[in-house]
Nanobody, 120 residues
Framework: QVQLVESGGGLVQPGGSLRLSCAASGSILSINAMGWYRQTPGKQRELVAGIASGGSTNYADSVKGRFTISRDNAKNTVYLQMNSLKPEDTAVYYC??????????????WGRGTQVTVSS
């Protein structure tokens, strides 16, 4: 069984910073792409940033230059450094990972989400 656990969300003032972490654990053989998504009430979940196993990254236009995604393969962990936060960044942030388990099955896993609120 595989689990993704996010941490690091909270309340921050506009212009502030937060760092999200997501650790994968369980019967993991290998991890391919990892990423962060976000969702607000009434809207579809959207990709914020993604990182491949080799380290190449991609970002939503709305966060380019402000957010940085990184990963520590030894720790099966992905991070999202969020700077210059804006009220419109307020959302529940979800971690996603494409994981091959010891049974050799390959599937996408999701964390439960962490709330990020940007408000004065």
């Amino acid at each position: 069984q595989v689990q993704l656990v996010e941490s690091g969300g909270g309340l921050v003032q506009p212009g502030g910073s937060l760092r999200l972490s997501c650790a994968a654990s369980g019967s993991i053989l290998s991890i391919n792409a990892m990423g962060w998504y976000r969702q607000t009430p009434g809207k579809q979940r959207e990709l914020v940033a993604g990182i491949a196993s080799g380290g190449s990254t991609n970002y939503a236009d709305s966060v380019k230059g402000r957010f940085t995604i990184s990963r520590d393969n030894a720790k099966n962990t992905v991070y999202l450094q969020m700077n210059s936060l804006k009220p419109e960044d307020t959302a529940v942030y979800y971690c996603n990972a494409n994981i091959r388990s010891w049974s050799f099955s390959l599937k996408d896993y999701w964390g439960r989400g962490t709330q990020v609120t940007v408000s004065s």
